[in-house]
């Protein structure tokens, strides 16, 4: 019996703990459900959160609003807010927007209203499409703006939309409710207030008010249980419901209570359109018209995030009718010519710094990149340049010529301001959701409009260059070179696949060792170069293709620790800077046993992912498989940029050279702790200025225009731009500013795709030599992906470099520690370079001698230099 009990207790037991299991399902799927539900409440109610942005109104007089200096006058129409700056000392007058756009017989209608907008404004809609808005139509025309001046300033504040003026106060309100606001307010304003309300008794209304009854039980269904209701009467003019507004603020209603009345009980919804909140400030320093929009105070509603923001676009425009150019920051500087007919071409556009690599693409085809912000106009004898200062790196530099669907050549700057990147959707659903930057960073666009009372290229090159000097301070000076530079890159390692014990594994191959870098140096330096200056690079972490600078190991197969402190002796002996070169930037097949842990030291894209980057194929321009590497957050690249000091200091090296800090400069959008790209810039530069504080040298590599004063040496600048189709005509506006105070070179000679014409642009631009050597020939570089240093073996090329360094040492070295002073182009492939002390440096890149005329002959293929 007692077996029989004991047996049944055990099978209730089992029964009872099946009954549980069975029910741990259906609770796990109850709170999947319960989440999910609490999930889709909260995120439903952000995304569906209506905002209401004070909307500008502009109510002052038609008198011209002034700022007004020595050389300069700023005189605007506030029934436009357009304006113009006089140059006073040439009497020329530049427009913010053209005149009688209206009577343009090329412009199409469609296009007026953005030709007389002083913004134009790129947004996205809740499908990620992208709309524009003018302020002129949505805006200027409908009088939605402020003017403030204050401190020798303009400030201008658009509201940009299809306004329709809200104003905070209650269409229909509870007598209760009604009556505490009422009593909030002084006697008078509370008496006005009445005057324009009706009140509704329920259970009293007048044989008039009863055909309204089912109208306003419609609209306030709770009105027959509160019993009396005041509702504001029809017709109420706008300048009374300003006042009303500031009334109803004051007794305590908010925007909040504004929205639920509206929504519950006015029969409508509050506005959710695209409205955008945007102010410019204008001011006047010297020659400069100083402009600026701190894009933190812009306001915009979340369901519409402003994608980007064009800034006078028009400005300086030149007419249909007009002779003049338009200077690009391509190459050295290039310039496409008013009504040049290139109809059919595409527009100029560049990407300031380049791309930011915290936005994702998925193909390349070309690199549409300038190293610094300016860009200008020229006509009428007369020129501006616009020099981008913070906030440079959001801009891209537009550029068209008239007849395409207006009548006017134009040149400006379009800011990128929330980036996006592309979310992963359920696959049931048809389109594209997109995640955006989360806030707009606090900072500024800051433009210098500078007027120059020249159209020559060399006076607005000085202008560049007097700004320079302005903002860069010490760090950019003439420097004291009594000799050409000559840059001379030496090859430690780069990797190759080699099989190990049948498996095939990446190791080192040595280009140079350490003890033939010195051997190297050593037959440079008796070339006779007395200005030279030595790269080593891939001489760390695995070489070329270098490893995470976590730590910093030598290459074995370059030799010991005793031989790499040899060569830096060896160099500080000849006196010959040896900068040690690294990449900062990014992370290759580092693991996280060698100090790379991808969540926290990879930047992210704005849809959190991190930021995994690819090589692009040259020929079909997608990404190649298996080269994928990381883009580091940003202040893991300055720590990087601090090993590699460190290490330069503790072994006594001469500088340190970076592959990318200066190059490249790249966001990072990590939900907790965001970095603009303006930020990481001041980042690194604030890390450069440390390293140049510590008494070590700096090279950079292309160079951007922020490093032009702290770098001792930029390497592989463009001389020559791309050729695009809309281009009419190369000049070297920039290194007419840059020269005798940043030296600077091209590419390597010896490695670039046509050694005579980079020679010859060399000598035009003033740059300095620059050559990639290893010691090993070029066949050791077969099966490897180093096809671009074939042409790097220093026995295969050291006559060369002898005849080119001797000759232009000879003829030009002395010209290094002075600026330009001046720069014609003589024929369609003939310029002359002119120093300050006189010496003219004339190119010929044609095919046939030129002769000047003073009887002065120039070879083709060739360059004079003329003391």
Same mark, same amino acid.
């Given at each position: 019996?007692?077996?029989?009990?004991?047996?049944?207790?055990?099978?209730?037991?089992?029964?009872?703990?099946?009954?549980?299991?069975?029910?741990?399902?259906?609770?796990?799927?109850?709170l999947?459900?319960?989440?999910?539900a609490?999930?889709?409440?909260?995120?439903?109610?952000?995304?569906?959160?209506l905002?209401?942005?004070?909307? /500008?109104?502009?109510?002052?007089?038609?008198d011209?609003? %002034?700022?007004?200096?020595?050389?300069?006058?700023?005189?605007?129409?506030?029934?436009?807010t357009?304006? !113009?700056?006089?140059? %006073?000392?040439?009497?020329?007058?530049w427009y913010?927007?053209?005149?009688?756009?209206?009577?343009?017989?090329?412009?199409?209608?469609?296009?007026k209203?953005?030709?007389?907008?002083?913004?134009?404004?790129?947004?996205?809609d809740?499908?990620?499409?992208?709309?524009?808005?003018?302020?002129?139509?949505?805006?200027?025309?409908?009088?939605?703006?402020?003017i403030?001046?204050?401190?020798?300033?303009v400030?201008?504040?658009?509201?940009?939309?299809?306004?329709?003026?809200?104003?905070?106060?209650?269409?229909i309100?509870?007598?209760?409710?009604?009556?505490?606001?009422?009593?909030? &307010?002084?006697?008078?304003?509370?008496?006005?207030?009445?005057? #324009?309300?009706?009140?509704?008794?329920?259970?009293?209304?007048?044989?008039?008010?009863e055909?309204?009854?089912?109208?306003?039980?419609?609209?306030?269904?709770e009105?027959?249980?509160?019993?009396?209701? +005041?509702? $504001?009467?029809?017709?109420?003019?706008? =300048?009374? %419901?300003?006042?009303?507004?500031?009334?109803?603020l004051?007794?305590?209603?908010?925007?909040?209570?504004?929205?639920?009345?509206?929504?519950?009980?006015?029969?409508?919804?509050?506005?959710?359109?695209?409205?955008?909140?945007?102010?410019?400030?204008?001011?006047?320093?010297?020659?400069? $018209?100083?402009?600026?929009?701190?894009?933190?105070?812009?306001?915009?509603?979340?369901?519409?995030?402003?994608?980007?923001?064009?800034?006078?676009?028009?400005?300086?425009?030149?007419?249909?009718?007009?002779?003049?150019?338009?200077?690009?920051?391509?190459?050295?500087?290039?310039?496409i010519?008013?009504?040049?007919?290139?109809? /059919?071409?595409?527009?100029?556009?560049?990407?300031?710094?380049?791309?930011?690599?915290?936005?994702?693409?998925?193909?390349?085809?070309?690199?549409?990149?300038?190293?610094?912000?300016?860009?200008?106009?020229? %006509?009428?004898?007369?020129s501006?340049?616009?020099i981008?200062?913070?906030?440079?790196?959001?801009?891209?530099?537009?550029?068209?010529?008239?007849?395409?669907?207006?009548?006017?050549?134009?040149?400006?700057?379009?800011?990128?301001?929330?980036?996006?990147?592309?979310?992963?959707?359920?696959a049931?659903?048809?389109?594209?959701? +997109?995640?955006?930057?989360?806030?707009?960073?606090?900072?500024?666009?800051?433009?210098?409009?500078?007027?120059?009372?020249?159209?020559?290229?060399?006076?607005?090159?000085?202008?560049?260059?007097?700004?320079?000097?302005? !903002?860069?301070?010490?760090?950019?000076?003439?420097?004291?070179?009594?000799?050409?530079?000559?840059?001379?890159?030496?090859?430690?390692a780069?990797?190759?696949?080699?099989?190990?014990?049948?498996?095939?594994?990446?190791?080192?191959?040595?280009?140079?060792?350490?003890?033939?870098?010195?051997?190297?140096?050593?037959?440079?330096?008796?070339?006779?170069?007395?200005?030279?200056?030595?790269?080593?690079?891939?001489?760390?972490?695995?070489g070329?293709?270098?490893?995470?600078?976590?730590?910093?190991k030598?290459?074995?197969?370059?030799?010991?620790?005793?031989?790499?402190?040899?060569?830096?002796?060896?160099?500080?002996?000849?006196?010959v800077p040896?900068?040690?070169?690294?990449?900062?930037e990014?992370?290759?097949?580092? =693991?996280?046993?060698?100090g790379?842990?991808?969540?926290?030291?990879?930047?992210?894209?704005?849809?959190?992912?991190?930021a995994?980057?690819?090589?692009?194929?040259?020929?079909?321009?997608?990404?190649?498989d298996?080269?994928?590497?990381?883009?580091?957050?940003?202040?893991?690249i300055?720590?990087? &940029?601090?090993?590699?000091?460190?290490?330069?200091?503790?072994?006594?090296?001469?500088?340190?050279?970076?592959?990318?800090?200066?190059?490249?400069?790249?966001?990072?959008f990590?939900?907790?702790?965001?970095?603009?790209r303006?930020?990481?810039?001041?980042?690194?530069?604030?890390?450069l200025?440390?390293?140049?504080?510590?008494?070590?040298?700096?090279?950079?590599?292309?160079?951007?225009?922020?490093?032009?004063?702290?770098?001792?040496?930029?390497?592989?600048?463009?001389?020559?731009?791309?050729?695009?189709?809309?281009?009419?005509?190369?000049?070297?506006?920039?290194?007419?500013?840059?020269?005798g105070?940043?030296?600077?070179?091209?590419?390597?000679?010896?490695?670039?795709? =046509?050694?005579?014409?980079?020679?010859?642009?060399?000598?035009?631009?003033?740059?300095?030599?620059?050559?990639?050597?290893?010691?090993?020939?070029?066949?050791?570089?077969?099966?490897?992906?180093?096809?671009?240093?074939?042409?790097?073996?220093?026995?295969?090329?050291?006559?060369?470099?002898?005849?080119?360094?001797?000759?232009?040492?000879?003829?030009?070295?002395?010209?290094?520690?002075?600026?330009?002073?001046?720069?014609?182009?003589?024929?369609?492939?003939?310029t002359?370079?002119?120093?300050?002390?006189?010496?003219?440096? #004339?190119?010929?890149?044609?095919?046939?001698d030129?002769?000047?005329?003073?009887?002065?002959?120039?070879?083709?293929?060739?360059?004079?230099?003329?003391?």
């Amino acid at each position: 019996m007692y077996y029989n009990k004991e047996e049944r207790r055990k099978e209730k037991e089992m029964a009872l703990k099946r009954e549980l299991l069975n029910l741990i399902p259906v609770t796990v799927l109850i709170l999947i459900i319960v989440i999910g539900a609490l999930l889709i409440v909260h995120f439903t109610d952000n995304s569906k959160e209506l905002e209401i942005l004070d909307v /500008n109104e502009y109510s002052g007089s038609k008198d011209i609003v %002034k700022l007004e200096n020595d050389d300069l006058l700023f005189e605007m129409d506030p029934m436009t807010t357009h304006f !113009t700056v006089t140059n %006073k000392k040439s009497g020329e007058i530049w427009y913010s927007n053209p005149k009688n756009v209206d009577a343009d017989p090329l412009s199409l209608p469609s296009e007026k209203n953005y030709i007389k907008s002083t913004l134009i404004i790129n947004y996205s809609d809740q499908k990620g499409s992208e709309n524009k808005y003018n302020n002129y139509e949505f805006c200027i025309s409908g009088k939605s703006y402020d003017i403030i001046t204050e401190d020798n300033k303009v400030r201008v504040k658009y509201s940009i939309g299809k306004i329709q003026r809200e104003y905070i106060i209650p269409t229909i309100c509870f007598g209760d409710r009604f009556e505490e606001l009422i009593s909030k &307010m002084n006697k008078n304003d509370a008496n006005g207030v009445k005057d #324009y309300y009706k009140k509704y008794d329920f259970n009293k209304l007048s044989a008039k008010d009863e055909e309204r009854r089912e109208e306003l039980l419609k609209k306030c269904p709770e009105w027959e249980e509160i019993g009396v209701i +005041y509702v $504001l009467r029809d017709n109420v003019k706008d =300048n009374l %419901k300003t006042k009303f507004e500031k009334f109803f603020l004051g007794a305590g209603y908010t925007e909040e209570e504004y929205i639920y009345d509206k929504e519950h009980y006015a029969g409508e919804a509050a506005q959710d359109k695209p409205v955008f909140n945007v102010e410019i400030d204008y001011s006047l320093e010297g020659n400069d $018209l100083k402009v600026n929009v701190p894009i933190s105070e812009i306001e915009y509603k979340k369901s519409y995030p402003i994608v980007s923001l064009m800034v006078l676009p028009y400005f300086g425009a030149g007419t249909w009718e007009e002779e003049g150019s338009m200077l690009i920051p391509e190459g050295g500087g290039s310039l496409i010519n008013f009504n040049n007919g290139k109809t /059919n071409q595409s527009a100029y556009y560049a990407n300031v710094y380049g791309w930011d690599y915290a936005t994702r693409r998925d193909s390349l085809v070309h690199e549409t990149r300038v190293s610094y912000g300016v860009f200008g106009i020229r %006509k009428n004898d007369d020129s501006f340049i616009c020099i981008l200062g913070d906030g440079a790196g959001y801009a891209s530099i537009r550029a068209d010529v008239a007849g395409k669907t207006s009548g006017y050549n134009i040149v400006y700057a379009d800011y990128s301001i929330l980036h996006r990147e592309e979310v992963d959707v359920a696959a049931r659903m048809n389109g594209k959701m +997109y995640l955006y930057e989360q806030r707009i960073p606090d900072e500024n666009l800051k433009m210098t409009y500078r007027f120059v009372d020249s159209a020559e290229i060399i006076d607005m090159s000085k202008a560049y260059n007097d700004y320079l000097k302005e !903002t860069l301070g010490d760090t950019f000076t003439l420097n004291k070179d009594s000799d050409v530079p000559v840059a001379v890159e030496i090859l430690g390692a780069v990797d190759k696949v080699e099989q190990v014990l049948g498996v095939p594994v990446s190791r080192p191959l040595a280009l140079t060792t350490y003890k033939e870098a010195e051997g190297l140096i050593g037959r440079i330096k008796n070339v006779g170069i007395s200005n030279l200056s030595v790269k080593l690079s891939g001489w760390v972490n695995g070489g070329i293709n270098q490893k995470m600078l976590t730590r910093t190991k030598l290459v074995h197969r370059l030799g010991s620790k005793k031989d790499f402190n040899d060569l830096i002796n060896y160099t500080k002996e000849a006196g010959v800077p040896l900068y040690l070169d690294a990449v900062t930037e990014y992370e290759y097949d580092t =693991n996280i046993f060698e100090g790379f842990f991808v969540y926290t030291d990879a930047a992210c894209y704005a849809n959190k992912k991190r930021a995994q980057l690819t090589t692009f194929s040259p020929i079909y321009f997608g990404g190649e498989d298996g080269d994928d590497y990381f883009l580091l957050k940003p202040s893991i690249i300055v720590k990087m &940029m601090e090993n590699i000091k460190k290490y330069a200091l503790k072994n006594g090296a001469y500088g340190v050279s970076f592959r990318d800090v200066g190059f490249q400069v790249s966001s990072d959008f990590k939900k907790k702790a965001p970095v603009s790209r303006q930020a990481a810039r001041d980042m690194q530069m604030e890390e450069l200025m440390n390293i140049k504080d510590s008494g070590l040298g700096i090279m950079t590599n292309v160079g951007n225009d922020y490093v032009f004063g702290i770098s001792d040496y930029i390497t592989n600048m463009d001389l020559n731009g791309f050729d695009y189709s809309i281009i009419d005509e190369e000049v070297p506006f920039l290194f007419l500013a840059i020269h005798g105070y940043t030296n600077y070179s091209g590419e390597a000679l010896n490695i670039t795709s =046509n050694v005579d014409e980079e020679l010859l642009k060399s000598v035009e631009c003033g740059a300095g030599l620059s050559f990639v050597f290893m010691d090993e020939d070029a066949q050791s570089l077969q099966d490897t992906l180093y096809s671009e240093y074939f042409g790097a073996s220093y026995d295969s090329w050291s006559t060369r470099f002898e005849e080119i360094c001797r000759r232009y040492s000879s003829e030009l070295g002395h010209t290094f520690n002075q600026g330009i002073d001046d720069w014609q182009r003589l024929s369609d492939g003939v310029t002359v370079t002119v120093y300050e002390d006189g010496t003219k440096a #004339y190119v010929n890149y044609g095919y046939s001698d030129y002769t000047t005329s003073r009887g002065l002959t120039i070879p083709a293929r060739d360059y004079v230099v003329e003391r």
